[in-house]
T-cell receptor
Framework: KQEVTQIPAALSVPEGENLVLNCSFT??????LQWFRQDPGKGLTSLLL?????REQTSGRLNASLDKSSGRSTLYIAASQPGDSATYLC??????????FGSGTRLSIRP | DVKVTQSSRYLVKRTGEKVFLECVQD?????MFWYRQDPGLGLRLIYFSYDVKMKEKGDIPEGYSVSREKKERFSLILESASTNQTSMYLCASSPRGGRRTDTQYFGPGTRLTVL
């Protein structure tokens, strides 16, 4: 059974720092992996999607990597800003065609 | 822009009531999904649909049913609400048919409280 884990559950860093969020999954047979952002009390916004054949995707200050063999993905945020404060979730689409979400990392950027 | 709307942001119901949560998307997406989100448990899939009148159970379908009579609308029904169904409910849609799915677009969520 696919399990997705995000550690730490919460992270606080000062503004301007580069940071990495981690996501691990137990079954490497995935179709894709996606990173979402969720602001308090709101829905999810897709940030980046990496197909299983890809190693990374970039969008602005965000870079997501995927290492299927080790069951890991990272989301790199460069030059963090207070507006980046949110919960970040990763989700995998497994070979069973189900999307499994991690519990998220709550990120706080201190001005 | 893709828009996914949900009928209510906040809803308070009593135990035993029948509850309807409505979701509408305006981009002609084939796939639609209902999740619930609880602290420490993340998002869990309740039901999903690949097309009109088609539905499949997700990981936690017990106590729920769904209806998809039109492509743009996907309804989640709680036949007899219980307190353990108090949660944030999120609807999503995605543009591809079939079993594989691409980026999902989420609605703003409905926070349901069952007293």
């Amino acid at each position: 059974k696919q399990e997705v884990t995000q550690i730490p559950a919460a992270l606080s860093v000062p503004e301007g720092e580069n940071l990495v969020l981690n996501c691990s999954f137990t079954d490497s047979a995935i179709y894709n992996l996606q990173w979402f952002r969720q602001d308090p009390g709101k829905g999810l916004t897709s940030l980046l999607l990496i197909q299983s054949s890809q190693r990374e995707q970039t969008s602005g200050r965000l870079n997501a990597s995927l290492d299927k063999s080790s069951g890991r993905s990272t989301l790199y945020i460069a030059a963090s800003q207070p507006g980046d404060s949110a919960t970040y979730l990763c989700a995998v689409l497994s070979s069973a065609s189900k999307i499994i979400f991690g519990s998220g990392t709550r990120l706080s950027i201190r001005p | 822009d893709v828009k996914v709307t949900q009928s209510s942001r906040y809803l308070v119901k009593r135990t035993g009531e029948k509850v309807f949560l409505e979701c509408v998307q305006d981009m002609d997406h084939e796939n639609m999904f209902w999740y619930r989100q609880d602290p420490g448990l993340g998002l869990r899939l309740i039901y999903f649909s690949y097309d009109v009148k088609m539905k499949e159970k997700g990981d936690i379908p017990e106590g729920y049913s769904v209806s998809r009579e039109k492509k743009e609308r996907f309804s989640l029904i709680l036949e007899s609400a219980s307190t353990n169904q108090t949660s944030m409910y999120l609807c999503a849609s995605s543009p591809r048919g079939g079993r594989r799915t691409d980026t999902q677009y989420f609605g703003p969520g409905t926070r349901l409280t069952v007293l």
